[in-house]
């Protein structure tokens, strides 16, 4: 038996395990294979349409009964400098050269948008049984008609106080996000990542200054490390970078082999890739250029300049310009389908549990 109920209650799934929104990794595929394992199956939606997002959602309907987790980013838009955007296209000009790139060409920006009217009209829509939010919470207004639609809120936080702030605005539970987690730090009342707790020290305190569920994340990959959150106080764990080498994940397949080598130290918090700081395998770029630069243009906008290298790069099989976003727990990734992943882990925890309560 789970020692705390209340996600299972929540979110009215198998297990206490989500399965994390890995936006560019994963589509409804994934999140239909968790679903089917008996987690919350999340589809990150910040890199979508308002149509390909509501598309998503009525293939994962149409294949399982199980409540869905739409997951979007709320950051603040910030427009694109032109004096950092140039700068930063000369830092990136003899990768430009060296792949035979022309540095004035146009170029689509980056596509992360922060959530709108146009995706809470989706969420109305779709009504959707939790919707998950990056960065913070949206605006008053729309939060509130998400809560209308019958959603239940959650959010990530990277230090107690952004937990409480999530708890005073709205939240119905929080992920404590520490620093091990893969993918972009959820942080948005700070910006020095120097401070950021590791999940050990983060879950507790968080659990100890707030009242709704918490979600443990960062560095949990196995039976162990979900046993430890919950000894820690969580009410449930989310879940990335395990699911990641999972056939149904959308990593190429030169992706995996890196993912599939990863060791304890090969990732690194970076902002090159999108300007914002997010945790993945170390690349070529990463190496040469931060992994923390004072150049990089704002979030989404670094991503930008990197797109048409990104590109190249991959056609010759090479991930050098390419954010394969991954946390420290990494080498515990499994090569097996996520439904049967899930079950192996939630089965390897309820056994370390029991042993602990016994």
């Given at each position: 038996?789970?020692?705390?109920r209340?996600?299972?209650?929540?979110?009215?799934?198998?297990?206490?395990?989500?399965?994390?929104p890995?936006?560019?990794?994963?589509?409804?595929?994934?999140?239909?294979?968790?679903?089917?394992?008996?987690?919350?199956?999340?589809?990150?939606?910040?890199?979508?349409?308002?149509?390909?997002?509501?598309?998503?959602?009525?293939?994962?309907?149409?294949r399982?009964?199980?409540?869905?987790?739409?997951?979007?980013?709320?950051?603040?838009?910030?427009?694109?400098?032109p004096?950092?955007?140039?700068?930063?296209?000369?830092r990136?000009?003899?990768?430009?050269?060296?792949?035979?790139?022309?540095?004035?060409?146009?170029?689509?920006?980056?596509?992360r948008?922060?959530?709108?009217?146009?995706?809470?009209?989706?969420?109305?829509?779709?009504?959707?049984e939790?919707?998950?939010?990056?960065?913070?919470?949206?605006?008053?207004?729309?939060?509130?008609?998400?809560?209308?639609?019958?959603?239940?809120?959650?959010?990530?936080?990277?230090?107690v106080?952004?937990?409480?702030?999530?708890?005073?605005?709205?939240?119905?539970?929080?992920?404590?996000?520490?620093?091990?987690?893969?993918?972009?730090?959820?942080?948005?009342?700070?910006?020095?990542?120097?401070?950021?707790?590791?999940?050990?020290?983060?879950?507790?305190?968080?659990?100890?200054?707030?009242?709704?569920?918490?979600?443990?994340?960062?560095?949990?990959?196995?039976?162990?490390?979900?046993?430890?959150?919950?000894?820690?106080?969580?009410?449930?764990?989310?879940?990335?970078?395990?699911?990641?080498?999972?056939?149904?994940?959308?990593?190429?397949?030169?992706?995996?082999?890196?993912?599939?080598?990863?060791?304890?130290?090969?990732?690194?918090?970076?902002?090159?890739m999108?300007?914002?700081?997010?945790?993945?395998?170390?690349?070529?770029?990463?190496?040469?250029?931060?992994?923390?630069?004072?150049?990089?243009?704002?979030?989404?906008?670094?991503?930008?300049?990197?797109?048409?290298?990104?590109?190249?790069?991959?056609?010759?099989?090479?991930?050098?310009?390419?954010?394969?976003?991954?946390?420290?727990?990494?080498?515990?990734?499994?090569?097996?389908p996520?439904?049967?992943?899930?079950?192996?882990?939630?089965?390897?925890?309820?056994?370390?549990?029991?042993?602990?309560?016994?």
């Open positions: 038996m789970w020692p705390d209340r996600i299972l209650n929540l979110f009215k799934t198998e297990f206490p395990i989500v399965q994390a890995m936006a560019g990794a994963m589509d409804a595929d994934l999140v239909i294979a968790a679903a089917q394992g008996g987690a919350l199956g999340s589809l990150p939606c910040a890199m979508l349409s308002a149509e390909k997002a509501r598309e998503q959602v009525q293939i994962i309907r149409q399982v009964s199980a409540p869905v987790n739409m997951n979007f980013f709320c950051h603040k838009l910030v427009s694109a400098d004096s950092r955007e140039a700068a930063w296209k000369e990136l000009a003899s990768y430009y050269t060296e792949h035979d790139l022309d540095p004035v060409a146009p170029v689509n920006a980056a596509n948008a922060p959530f709108d009217g146009a995706m809470c009209e989706v969420v109305e829509e779709l009504k959707p939790i919707v998950s939010f990056h960065f913070g919470l949206p605006e008053k207004g729309l939060l509130a008609r998400v809560k209308a639609a019958g959603c239940k809120v959650i959010s990530s936080a990277t230090t106080k952004e937990a409480v702030w999530l708890e005073e605005s709205g939240a119905d539970v929080i992920i404590a996000q520490g620093a091990e987690a893969g993918g972009h730090r959820g942080m948005f009342l700070t910006d020095d990542i120097t401070q950021q707790p590791g999940t050990f020290a983060l879950v507790p305190q968080v659990v100890d200054a707030v009242h709704v569920p918490v979600i443990a994340a960062g560095g949990i990959a196995d039976g162990r490390g979900i046993a430890a959150a919950f000894a820690l106080g969580a009410a449930g764990v989310q879940i990335g970078t395990a699911y990641l080498r999972c056939p149904e994940s959308k990593v190429s397949a030169p992706a995996r082999t890196l993912l599939a080598q990863g060791r304890d130290d090969s990732t690194v918090i970076t902002n090159v999108t300007g914002r700081p997010a945790r993945g395998l170390v690349n070529r770029v990463m190496r040469e250029l931060g992994p923390i630069s004072p150049d990089a243009p704002e979030f989404p906008h670094a991503a930008t300049s990197l797109a048409p290298l990104k590109a190249a790069a991959e056609k010759q099989g090479k991930l050098d310009f390419t954010n394969l976003w991954a946390g420290q727990a990494v080498r515990l990734g499994r090569d097996m996520a439904a049967a992943l899930t079950r192996a882990l939630a089965g390897s925890a309820l056994a370390r549990l029991s042993k602990m309560a016994g």
